[in-house]
């Protein structure tokens, strides 16, 4: 197979414009048995497009299986040749990646940032709490700084200690291995609840499965687990394979059952049925949504005949539907007159303190009418008697 040089240079000549060059190369390098050459060739001769070439390039190497790095290598000039950047511009977090040229190292696969975006999009700008577990110098820590805010308290695990030592000291970064359910359980009591909690520690399968087992629970309620690299389940340096039991894929699968479980006759489990609300597979990335969830219902609207009941059970689907609406007609009137009463105990109520209000005047006003009469039968005594005295002076002079 070629040397990086080689490889080098033939990519280089596909994406400045010189595929015969590239082609030159293949007929003619030393390096490559017969066997290579032609398998190679193919995808030059194949296509004029060097982004197609490119990603042929990779699939001979990839599938020979002689060196991921350069199948790597063909993948990537394929995205930029292609116009992989363009449809990723619109994304926020490949634009800081891309543009992160200085600072702390960040290694990421290009496919990871819309499944980012998708998933953490509603968490931006708000004060959520974020975990991440494998930060190597920092790095991804700075991103998930600016992608969520000032608001965000950031909190990162590592087994290395030299990780904290390069990490911007505005981050918490603790020292502790993820398969030790205890110290995980430490650090989201201690730093927790978290909102989202992302694995992208060493990637073997225990460390994976203790890390979901341990910490999904403890995420908050509507929060997200998000683990990386999930294709070691499937590498053999790795203790993985495909259907090989104990690896995090095979645990995921499970999972993935574990959300129909008010389907099976089996107990239902409180975590993995009960708090499950979705499991998000994607290439190399599986994502855990977490919500109380109780056990789902049916319902049909529409015409019952149009649904396909059978005539009596529509007769009484209606029936129930006539029920349910005069039951709700009769609150309704109820309802009313319980308004109504409640007014006329208002008015009653506001009668009342206007009577109270009148009642001392009443009292001063009868007062002064029994005075005022008093006053009159007084007058009027006087009144006859003077008409009795005048009446017999009057006789006297006859
Ligand atoms: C892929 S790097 C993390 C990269 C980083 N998240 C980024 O995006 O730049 C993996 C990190 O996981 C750490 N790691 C490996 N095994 C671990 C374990 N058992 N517990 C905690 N961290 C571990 C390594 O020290 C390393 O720093």
Redesign the pocket.
């Known amino acids: 197979m070629f040397s990086a040089d080689t490889l080098g240079t033939l990519l280089l000549s596909l994406a400045t414009g010189f595929p015969d060059r590239a082609k030159n190369l293949v007929q003619t390098s030393d390096e490559l048995t017969d066997d290579e050459r032609g398998q190679l060739w193919a995808p030059l001769a194949a296509s004029d497009d060097p982004a197609v070439q490119a990603r042929g390039l990779g699939d001979v190497i990839r599938q020979g299986g002689s060196n991921d790095f350069f199948a790597n290598e063909c993948y990537r000039a394929s995205f930029y040749l292609g116009g992989g950047v363009e449809q990723l511009r619109s994304d926020p977090l490949f634009g800081y990646f891309s543009s992160h040229r200085a600072g702390r ?4 696969w290009a496919h990871y940032f819309p499944i980012y975006s998708r998933h953490f999009a509603p968490y931006r700008g708000r004060p959520i709490r974020v975990l ?5 110098r920092g ?2 820590l700075d991103m998930w700084r600016w992608y969520f805010g000032d608001q965000v308290t950031l909190v990162g ?4 200690d030299d ?1 904290r030592a390069a990490a911007d000291p505005r981050h918490t970064v603790l020292i502790g ?3 030790d359910a205890d110290f995980l359980r430490r650090v989201a009591e201690e730093h927790g609840p978290f909102d989202i909690v992302i694995d ?3 990637h073997e399968m225990q ?1 994976q499965i203790v890390t979901a087992e341990t910490l999904f629970p403890l995420v908050r309620e509507g929060g997200i687990l998000l683990v990386e690299d999930t294709h070691t389940s499937y590498w053999d340096s790795y203790q993985g394979g495909r259907d090989r039991e104990g690896t995090f894929m095979e645990w995921a699968k499970k999972r993935m059952d574990d959300v129909n479980g008010f389907h099976q006759p089996a107990p239902i489990d409180p975590v993995w049925t009960g708090q499950l609300d979705a499991v998000h597979c994607y290439d190399s990335v599986v994502v855990f949504d977490k919500k109380t969830r109780f056990a789902p219902f049916a319902e049909q609207v529409g015409h019952a005949e149009f649904l396909g009941y059978p005539r009596s059970a529509a007769g009484m689907f209606s029936e129930l539907l006539a029920t349910r609406d005069a039951a709700r007609n009769e609150r309704d009137q109820l309802r009313t007159q319980l308004q109504n009463s409640d007014e006329r105990d208002e008015e009653i109520r506001l009668l009342r303190a206007e009577l109270a209000e009148l009642r001392p005047s009443k009292e001063h006003t009868d007062s002064r009418l029994r005075q005022a009469r008093a006053e009159l039968d007084s007058t009027r005594e006087s009144l006859r008697r003077l008409r009795r005295g005048t009446g017999s002076r009057w006789r006297g002079q006859g």
């Open positions: 190292v960040l290694d990421k991440e577990i494998g930060i190597y790095g991804s695990i590592d087994i290395d990780a291995d993820q398969t992208d520690g060493g460390q």
